[in-house]
């Protein structure tokens, strides 16, 4: 695990690890990539305040946020296909969250379900939901949730429309309805990644397993559940879902006060300020550049998260001064799965930890708390962004 010391690190094992067609969906965005670089370089608008002669012996890096308190001020966020990176991946990441005390959330496009991580994990588990046309299924989820004790749907209020992910096209990703020849030599040339994977069969997207319609295999399944995604959604949709579901509700892919006002309106309990990591609207702005208009918007009356660009705990850190209650890793942590696989994800988990701990004792403080209450005071502006 000496070899994992910076979240780069675990993404250069997933690199050589797993086949190029899924390094690059996890590692790619959409168009010309402008906001997936963004996401990670407008961090440097802002430079630490350092505070000396404090004394930092005890530090906690305990937060709260969606109602209950956490070890650290991060969650694992949703992303699809994790069980086709790593042999049962999403229930490795789960684990892993629930080992060091903080919220998993599961994709809509797992392989594993809701009762397949709520058997393996007693931790917090949150759950990804996509307005569909099929009302039945998404019915069908939302009492999956329920039975499965989950703590707060992510309703991904972004892909209406799926952004054009050139890595994506060029690998045939979701356009594939089975195995060709060239991916074929792909599994082949990484024997590790395919015996793991397909030691349990053959890989489907849990929610549509049972569900002939949507074809056999996990290429062929996704592809069809993409096009089930609803086009027409509105706030409408959102507001029927707040009237269905009686536990926490997040909307994510918020980027401006406008619309976080409106999901509070609704009865949102919290807005995930997020860009899809760069894979939907190119030339959108960074998270981070928009953090604080939508905190001075609704941060005093509901949660705001955050996630995009996230690699350093530096970062972790000016996010939560910039306002947020909490943030969603995503690539961060689907490197070190797919390196290491349960020990990768905790290995990344502790680096950006520790990264987040020295960083606020170098900042003369002691808590997340003393972090959030300093705020926006505790940094400076190298620069403005236009």
Not at 247 to 260: Q, T, Y
Request: with cysteine.
């Amino acid at each position: 695990m000496k070899r994992i010391l910076t979240v780069g690190d675990a993404r250069r094992l997933a690199e050589r690890r797993l086949p190029k067609i899924f390094f690059d969906y996890i590692d790619g965005g959409s168009f010309s990539e402008t906001t997936l670089r963004a996401n990670e370089t407008d961090f440097d608008r802002y430079a630490l305040e350092q505070r000396v002669l404090v004394d930092v012996t005890d530090r906690s890096l305990e937060t709260t946020y969606l109602g209950r308190a956490h070890a650290r001020p991060f969650a694992l966020g949703p992303v699809g296909f994790t069980g086709l990176f790593h042999r049962r991946g999403e229930i490795a990441a789960a684990r892993a969250a629930q080992a060091t005390d903080i919220p998993f959330c599961l994709s809509n496009f797992a392989i594993a379900t809701l009762e397949d991580v709520r058997v393996a994990s007693r931790g917090t588990l949150y759950a990804q939901l996509y307005i569909l046309r099929d009302r039945s299924l998404m019915e069908a989820m939302v009492a999956a949730a329920e039975r499965c004790r989950v703590e707060a749907l992510i309703l991904t209020v972004d892909t209406a429309v799926t952004g054009v992910r050139e890595r994506d096209e060029r690998n045939g990703f979701r356009s594939l309805t089975g195995v060709t020849p060239g991916l074929a030599l792909q599994f082949v040339a990484r024997p590790r990644w395919f015996a793991g994977v397909l030691a349990g069969g053959l890989p489907q997207v849990g929610i549509v397993r049972d569900r002939s319609d949507f074809g056999r295999g996990a290429l062929q399944q996704a592809a069809k559940l993409s096009q089930q995604i609803e086009q027409g959604l509105t706030w409408a949709d959102l507001a029927w879902l707040r009237r269905r579901w009686r536990g926490r509700l997040v909307v994510k892919g918020i980027l401006s006060a406008d619309d976080a006002r409106r999901a509070r309106d609704v009865g949102a309990d919290a807005v995930l300020v997020s860009n899809h990591g760069g894979r939907q609207l190119d030339g959108a702005p960074s998270t981070v550049s928009v953090l604080p208009e939508i905190v001075a918007a609704v941060g005093g009356e509901i949660d705001v998260l955050f996630d995009g660009g996230l690699r350093r705990g530096t970062q972790i850190v000016k996010a939560l001064a910039l306002g947020a209650h909490g943030v969603f890793l995503g690539r961060s942590y689907v490197y070190g799965l797919a390196a290491e696989g349960e020990d990768g994800v905790r290995r990344v988990l502790d680096l950006l930890s520790t990264e987040v701990s020295v960083t606020l004792a170098l900042m003369g403080l002691r808590s997340i708390a003393e972090l959030r209450e300093g705020g926006r005071a505790l940094l400076r502006e190298r620069f403005r962004l236009p």
